[in-house]
């Protein structure tokens, strides 16, 4: 069954504390590994796709770096609006189809 | 572009009222996705459409849950009767082929 758990639940961090989030996946074949951004009451907002293992992208003070196994979003020098949920989800290959797999979350409070 | 319309954003309704949720997807989105976001389990797909045209409804709970697509540019959910399990946030989101999600802001259902 393909399966995404994130780590931690939550984070805590000062403003300028860098930290990274995990998001570790079990899947038949991947098609694309997704990290959203979700504020409270909210839909997920995009923030990245990748494709293959050693891939890597970055926005802003956000960097998602992406293994076999696992994909991690690395927060650099966090500011008090990077404060939210985030979300990773996997694209299974399986039977070409299009759905998402989501994982429960990280929820980051960055305190200034 | 207005981006994927919801509504309504709450509703609150009785144990056994029919329920319905409607979503407009961004134009040109050829994908139409249902999520339900609750606590325990995060985001579920419940069902997706490609042109209109249910592909995957493994994910509806059971047969209390109904979704149409009649146009490209309208779907609704349907819950019929409700129950109390059934509180969650729902999400629709819309996608073109080989880009990315968009997601909804969300109808926040409470039955009571």
């Known amino acids: 069954e393909d399966q995404v758990t994130q780590s931690p639940e939550a984070l805590r961090l000062q403003e300028g504390e860098s930290s990274s989030l995990n998001c570790s996946y079990t899947?038949?074949?991947?098609?694309?590994l997704f990290w959203y951004r979700q504020d409270p009451g909210k839909g997920p907002e995009f923030l990245f796709t990748?494709?293959?293992a050693g891939e890597e992208k970055e926005k802003e003070r956000l960097k998602a770096t992406l293994t076999k196994k696992e994909s991690f979003l690395h927060i650099t020098a966090p500011k008090p609006e990077d404060s939210a949920t985030y979300l990773c989800?996997?694209?299974?290959?399986?039977?070409?189809?299009?759905?998402?797999?989501f994982g429960k979350g990280t929820k980051l409070t960055v305190n200034p | 572009d207005a981006g994927v319309i919801q509504s309504p954003r709450h509703e609150v309704t009785e144990m056994g009222q029919e329920v319905t949720l409607r979503c407009k997807p961004i134009s040109g989105h050829d994908y139409l996705f249902w999520y339900r976001q609750t606590m325990m389990r995060g985001l579920e797909l419940l069902i997706y459409f490609n042109n209109n045209v249910p592909i995957d409804d493994s994910g509806m709970p059971e047969d209390r849950f109904s979704a149409k697509m009649p146009n490209a540019s309208f779907s609704t959910l349907k819950i019929q009767p409700s129950e109390p399990r059934d509180s969650a946030v729902y999400f629709c989101?819309?996608?073109?082929?080989?880009?990315?999600?968009?997601f909804g802001s969300g109808t926040r259902l409470t039955v009571v």
């Open positions: 899947v038949s074949g991947l098609r694309g």
């Open positions: 989800a996997v694209r299974p290959a399986k039977g070409g189809s299009e759905k998402l797999v």
């Open positions: 990748l494709y293959s």
């Open positions: 989101a819309s996608r073109e082929m080989n880009y990315g999600y968009t």
